[in-house]
Every structure is written in C-alpha cells, then in structure tokens.
C-alpha cells in the first residue's frame, strides 16, 4: 500500500449516498499542499471532482456541487468525500490525490486534480438506477 489509501466505495441505488475516506499517512493534510479527489469512469478520461487545502477551501466541479461536500481533518489524517444524491453518472473509481510538486500558494483548482501524480489506488463506486 501506498501512502494515500481511499476506502468506503460500493454499490448503491441512485439518490442514495457514501462516505470516502482516504487516509494519508504521508502526513499531506496540514494544509501545505493541495489535496482532491477525481474520478475515472470506464472508458473516460479522468475528471477532477474537488480540490482542498483545509475545510474552508474546497473548490468543486459543477458536475457534483452541491451533492458532494470533501473535509480534511489533519488530526486523523485523512480527507474525506460525502456523496448524497448519487446519479449513476457519479458510477467510476474515486482517487484521492495530492499535488507535491508545488506547495499551496492562492486556493487550489478543482480540474487540476485529475493530474495530480501522487495517489491511491482507487475505490470502486457503483450507481444503480
């Protein structure tokens, strides 16, 4: 295992909801780099989702604003994604990813994360209609 480990995908019906967790224990959730979450569904180029510093920051995509709300808590660890209202749409495999190329300088970009090299594997998200 690497140092970003997402967990809490699954499968569930359309406008039900999850909970992701990616525990880092590379210790990135002080703030001092830009965290996020993308998505890649089968056959589809990577989408950024959201990108965050600290819990007041977070930057998302129109695609899951206001259905899906990214917290970090440097204390535990660990960045967290709550989806509600899932679409099966939302259907692909969620990773969690941390740019540590440059540190945070001005907020951090949403679509940026989709290129963020350093990341976990990968939890699967399945939504039935």
């Known amino acids: 295992q690497g140092d970003l480990v997402e967990s809490g995908g699954g499968s569930v019906q359309a406008g039900g909801s999850l909970r992701l967790t990616c525990a880092a224990s590379g210790g990135y959730t002080d703030g001092t780099y830009c965290m996020g979450w993308f998505r890649q569904a089968h056959g589809k180029e990577r989408e950024g989702l959201v990108a965050i510093f600290n819990s007041d920051s977070a930057t998302y995509a129109d695609s899951v604003k206001d259905r899906f709300t990214a917290s970090i808590d440097n204390a535990e660890n660990s960045l967290y994604l709550q989806m509600n209202n899932l679409k099966p749409e939302d259907s692909g495999i969620y990773y969690c990813?941390?740019?540590?190329?440059?540190?945070?300088?001005?907020?951090?970009?949403?679509?940026?994360?989709?290129?963020?090299?350093?990341r976990g594997q990968g939890t699967q998200v399945t939504v039935s209609s």
């Open positions: 990813a941390a740019d540590l190329t440059h540190k945070v300088y001005g907020g951090c970009s949403f679509w940026a994360v989709a290129h963020f090299t350093h």
